[in-house]
């Protein structure tokens, strides 16, 4: 089972990326998904989830408005599209996905796939 997370870079401030986190070894039908962050120095910090069944069910404060997850089960990937980026926004993003499917309550403790981090730095 493998996540592969991709689409970081170095954007300005304002600027827009988009992330991608395929699977390969596992179905992310059905699977609650979830992105996070950590920037240096800082907790990981939760920033989307989406449903195992329908659309997004949760954004942190700190994105809503500005990110949007979405699934794409023909490519077995989900996405977050990230726009009005700012310096804050700066941290290695990973996706993650659980054991468990169908249901969308899932504890952190119960993510037990998670990509290997893409890099955003959102610098001028």
């Known amino acids: 089972v493998q996540l592969q997370a991709s689409g970081g870079g170095l954007v300005q401030p304002g600027g827009s990326l988009r992330l991608s986190c395929a699977a390969s070894?596992?179905?992310?039908?059905?699977?609650?998904v979830g992105w996070f962050r950590q920037a240096p120095g800082k907790e990981r910090e939760g920033l989307a989830y989406i449903s195992s069944t329908d659309g997004p069910i949760y954004y942190s404060d700190s994105v809503k408005g500005r990110f949007t997850i979405s699934r794409d089960n023909t490519k077995n990937t989900v996405y977050l599209q990230m726009n009005s980026l700012t310096v804050t926004d700066t941290a290695v993003y990973y996706c993650?996905?659980?054991?468990?499917?169908?249901?969308?309550?899932?504890?952190?403790?119960?993510?037990?796939?998670w990509g290997q981090g893409t890099l955003v730095t959102v610098s001028s």
């Open positions: 070894g596992l179905s992310l039908e059905y699977r609650v």
């Open positions: 993650a996905t659980t054991h468990i499917v169908g249901s969308d309550f899932v504890d952190l403790g119960q993510y037990t796939y």
